[in-house]
C-alpha cells in the first residue's frame, strides 16, 4: 500500500486547510485510516482515525469540533477538513493506513499555523 499526501501549507490563525491522501495497491487488505501529526521535539501523535466500511470516527480531544475526517471510497482518499486552525496545530501531518497485519505511512505534508 502506498500513501500520497497532499493539501499542506501555511494559513493563518482561524482559517482552514483541507489535507487528502491518496492510497494505492492492495488497498483492499486496509481495515483502518488515520492522521497524526509531529511538531517540533515532540511525538508523533494521532489527530482522527476513520474505521473503514463501519465508518466510525475518533478524534483527539486537541482538534473536536475543529477537524472533519473522511473517505471517498470510490477514489480510496482521505480527508482531513481543518477549521479554525491554531499555531499549535502546526506539525508534520501524516497519513495512516493499517491492516490486520501491517502499517503504512505517507511521507507527511507541513502545516503550518501563523499567529
Known amino acids: 500500500v502506498q500513501l500520497v499526501e497532499s493539501g499542506g501549507g501555511l494559513v493563518q490563525a482561524g482559517g482552514s486547510l483541507r489535507l487528502s491522501c491518496a492510497a494505492s495497491?492492495?488497498?483492499?487488505?486496509?481495515?483502518?485510516m488515520g492522521w497524526y501529526r509531529q511538531a517540533p521535539g515532540k511525538q508523533r501523535e494521532l489527530v482522527a482515525r476513520?474505521?473503514?466500511?463501519?465508518?466510525?470516527?475518533y478524534y483527539a480531544d486537541s482538534v473536536k469540533g475543529r477537524f472533519t475526517i473522511s473517505r471517498d471510497n470510490a477514489k480510496n482518499t482521505m480527508y482531513l477538513q481543518m477549521n479554525s486552525l491554531k499555531p499549535e496545530d502546526t506539525a508534520v501531518y501524516y497519513c495512516?493506513?493499517?491492516?490486520?497485519?501491517?502499517?503504512?505511512w505517507g511521507q507527511g505534508t507541513q502545516v503550518t499555523v501563523s499567529s
Open positions: 476513520i474505521i473503514i466500511g463501519a465508518g466510525s470516527t
Open positions: 495497491g492492495s488497498t483492499f487488505s486496509i481495515n483502518t
Open positions: 495512516n493506513a493499517r491492516s490486520l497485519s501491517y502499517g503504512y
